[in-house]
């Protein structure tokens, strides 16, 4: 029998099909969109004083772009929090919600550091004062959870039970050498409560990488802000808004928080 | 074991590597893994080599937007870009792709005149 000579047909089929792959979904905005919300948040601790509002972005190759609003001009001695908590991709909305935060990292005696300091040889007055330090870390991943870039915030504060009465904040930013992601812009920056009643830390950044998805557009991520905020009793609230933008292929991205220092890596 | 096995196994592990690569590193990683079915395409014994390199390419996605989906569905909210049905529906097609060439290459093998 004669061997019959393979064609050229089922390897360029397969190539199409691959290369397929990259292609991004088309995104289609209705003229009157009824939004219809997928993938709720049924796990999240709930907000007091909460609002919900819709999020309309814009359709973009591979997605939406969504411009989120500026948080309030006065935060909460209780902290504030603006979070998704469903979703409607295909018209690009986005249902939020804001309000107080009412779930804590709980504050365990160990954690924190606490000293007497006494006022004069013979000491007439003690005043307790203990320190606390707090960190939140969002980190945005690929689709095979390796990360990509994160972002730090991390609040160290002392307190005496009526207010904060020093204290220092960081921020910590890093991507993944040689995954071509940059760093195009950050920052960290204090902001002191009325009366001493909160120190919160705020770091913000913008990574980019325009060779992931070539030809296509330049992917970003960008986080917003991400606070940490100090309260006189000890305690720590967090908050966080970040996003992608452009990706041709989807990404995921994690929250870590805890007291103490941030240990310096990504887990 | 035959030749045709032996390549079909290398192809396997080319395309594991290769199908990481294409998640990983984005359109780097995929023109790497179009080089390498380019070339797995010619490698005599046709279609043992590219057998192997599109079912294990296609398998390793599978397992990775499987497991993404479950991720999304675990933390809803969380996830961002493209919508991960195609990327099943492609990684299933070039699986089923893979198997049938390396079907396609046993019946060669079987009715070859040596």
């Known amino acids: 029998m004669r061997q019959r000579r393979p064609r050229l047909a089922l390897p360029v089929l397969i190539l199409v099909l691959t290369a397929a792959t990259s292609l991004p979904v088309a995104q289609v905005q209705a003229d009157q969109p009824t939004y219809s919300f997928i993938d709720w948040r049924t796990d999240l ?29 006065v935060i909460p001695d209780g902290g504030w929090e603006l979070r998704s908590i469903a979703l409607d991709p295909s018209d690009c909305a986005k249902l939020m919600e804001e309000g107080t935060p009412t779930a804590f990292v709980p504050v365990t005696a160990d954690k924190g550091t ?8 013979e000491a007439r007055t003690l005043a307790l004062t203990s320190s606390q330090s ?3 870390q969002v980190v945005w991943r690929d689709i095979l959870g390796l990360w990509l870039n994160y972002d730090v915030s991390q609040v160290d504060w002392s307190y005496n039970g009526s207010i904060v009465t020093s204290g220092s904040t960081h921020g910590h930013w890093g991507y993944r050498w040689g995954s071509g992601w940059a760093i195009d812009s950050y920052g960290n920056y204090s902001t002191w409560g009325s009366g001493s009643s909160y120190l919160r830390s705020e770091s913000w950044s913008n990574f980019s990488n325009s060779a992931f ?10 986080y917003y802000y991400n606070r940490v905020w100090g309260f006189p009793d000890g305690h720590a609230t967090r908050s966080q808004s970040s996003a992608s933008f452009n990706e041709c292929l989807p990404f995921h991205f994690d929250v870590y928080t805890a007291y103490g220092n941030w240990p310096g890596t990504v887990p | 074991m035959s030749r ?4 079909f ?8 590597g290769a199908g990481f690569l294409a998640a990983a590193m984005g359109t780097l990683g995929l023109v790497l893994l179009v080089v390498a079915a380019l070339w797995a395409s010619l490698v005599p014994p046709r279609f043992a080599l590219l057998a192997g390199l599109l079912t294990a390419s296609g398998a390793v996605w599978l397992l ?35 198997l049938g060439a390396a079907a396609v290459t046993a019946w060669m093998a079987r009715h070859t005149v040596r």
């Not at chain 1, 998805?213 to 960008?222: A, G």
């Open chain 1, 114 to 121: 606490t000293s007497l300091t006494s006022d004069g040889e």
């Open chain 1, 45 to 73: 601790a709930p907000l007091t004083n909460a609002k919900t509002w819709i999020l309309v972005g814009r359709p973009i190759p591979g997605g939406c772009s969504y411009s989120y609003p500026a948080g309030p001009d």
């Open chain 2, 64 to 98: 990775v937007t499987l497991r993404f989906a479950a991720l999304c569905n675990d933390q809803p909210g969380t996830c961002a870009g493209p919508a991960i049905g195609p990327f099943l529906l492609i990684a299933a097609v070039v699986t089923a792709v893979g």
């Open chain 1, 213 to 222: 998805c070539w030809p296509l557009p330049t992917v970003y991520t960008d």
């Open chain 2, 4 to 7: 045709r096995m032996r390549w």
């Open chain 2, 9 to 16: 196994i290398a192809g396997l592990g080319l395309g594991a």
């Open chain 1, 134 to 136: 707090a960190w939140e």
